[in-house]
C-alpha cells in the first residue's frame, strides 16, 4: 500500500499496474525462466495476457527450458505471434517437430541469427529452404543428425546465408564433398564447421575450406574416414587462426601433419603416439614409468 509524503494512503498497486512493454516484460520477465513464466498464466486472466505479451517480443525461444515434454499445440501457439526471434532451439521438439510447425514461425522471423534444429529428423529439406530464405542474417545453426540435409538445401543455405560463422552438418549422410566446396566459397566468415561421421567427405572438401575459411578456428572431422595427412596440411598452411581440430577414428591422418598444428598449440582430440603409449601402458600395469628418451 503506497502513502505519500503527508502520510495519506493511495489505493493499492499490483505487479500488473507496473507498465507491462516498458518494465515487465524487458526489466522482470526477461531475467525469469521460461517454464516459471509460463506457468504464471495459470493465475489469471491479466496473467494470461502479459504472458502472451512477453511471448510475442521475446527474442529467445529455448525449448531445452521446458524439457522434452512440450505439447506441439502449445509450441504452436506460444510463438504464433512472434516475429521478432533472434535466436530458436528447437532441439527438445525433435520427437514430433514437422515442417508444419516449423515452416510458420520461419517466415515470420526475419531476424534469425541462431538456429540450433539437431536432431529434429521429421523435418524436411523445406525448412532449410525456408531458413535460407527468410533469415538472410543467420549467423549460426545446427543440423547435426538431421539426414534431410541434402546438397540442394544446402546449397540453398549457401546462396542466401552468406554471414554464416558457425554451422553443424555432424551425420548429415547425404552432403558430399562438391555441397562443402560450394558452401565455403559463399560463406568465408565461417569460425566453426562440424563434418563430423561423414564417409562422404574426403581431402577435397577439407583443402577448399581451408583455402576459403581463413578465419576458421574449429573444425570437427570426426569419423571422415577418407581425410587424409594432404589436406591437414593445407590446413595448417591457410589457417592461422585455428584453434581446435578433431579428427578421432580419422585413420588416415597421422602425427605427421598433426604435428604442425600442436606446434601452433592447436587443440587436437588425439593424443601423440608418445603420449597415447604411455596412457595404454599406465592402464595395464597400473603405473607410468619414468622414461629416459636420449636422441
Given amino acids: 500500500r503506497a502513502h505519500d509524503s503527508t502520510g495519506s494512503r493511495h489505493a493499492d498497486l499490483h505487479l500488473l499496474d507496473l507498465p507491462w512493454e516498458d518494465v515487465l516484460v524487458p526489466q522482470i520477465f526477461s531475467y525469469l525462466p ?18 502472451q505479451l512477453y511471448l510475442a517480443n521475446c527474442r529467445c525461444f529455448d525449448s531445452t527450458q521446458l524439457g522434452s515434454q512440450l505439447p506441439r499445440s502449445a509450441f504452436c501457439n506460444m510463438l504464433k505471434d512472434n516475429a521478432v526471434l533472434q535466436r530458436l532451439d528447437l532441439r527438445s521438439c525433435s520427437d514430433w ?3 508444419k510447425e516449423l515452416l510458420p514461425i520461419i517466415g515470420q522471423n526475419h531476424h534469425l541469427l541462431h538456429i540450433n534444429l539437431n536432431s529434429c529428423v521429421q523435418l524436411s529439406r523445406q525448412s532449410l529452404v525456408a531458413v535460407s530464405l527468410s533469415c538472410p542474417h543467420l549467423q549460426n545453426i545446427c543440423l547435426g ?30 552432403v558430399k564433398d562438391d555441397a562443402i566446396c560450394y558452401l565455403v566459397k559463399k560463406s568465408k566468415r565461417l569460425k566453426s564447421l562440424s563434418l563430423a561421421v561423414n564417409a562422404n567427405i574426403s581431402d577435397v572438401a577439407v583443402e577448399e575450406t581451408a583455402k576459403n575459411c581463413r578465419d576458421l578456428e574449429h573444425l570437427d572431422l570426426t569419423g571422415c574416414l577418407r581425410v587424409k595427412n594432404e589436406s591437414i596440411r593445407t590446413l595448417a598452411e591457410y589457417c592461422s587462426k585455428l584453434k581446435s581440430l578433431k579428427v578421432k577414428h580419422c585413420h588416415n591422418v597421422t602425427e605427421s601433419s598433426l604435428g604442425i598444428l600442436r606446434k601452433r598449440e592447436v587443440s587436437i582430440d588425439v593424443e601423440p603416439p608418445l603420449q597415447r603409449a604411455l596412457v595404454l601402458l599406465q592402464d595395464v600395469v597400473g603405473f607410468a614409468p619414468f622414461i629416459n628418451l636420449q636422441i
Fill in 34 to 51: 521460461l517454464r516459471h513464466i509460463l506457468s504464471l498464466q495459470r493465475v489469471s486472466k491479466p496473467f494470461q495476457s502479459l504472458v
Fill in 97 to 99: 517437430l514437422t515442417d
Fill in 145 to 174: 543428425h538431421c539426414e534431410w540435409v541434402d546438397c540442394l538445401s544446402l546449397r540453398s543455405l549457401s546462396d542466401h546465408c552468406k554471414g554464416l560463422e558457425a554451422l553443424d552438418l555432424t551425420a548429415c549422410r547425404q
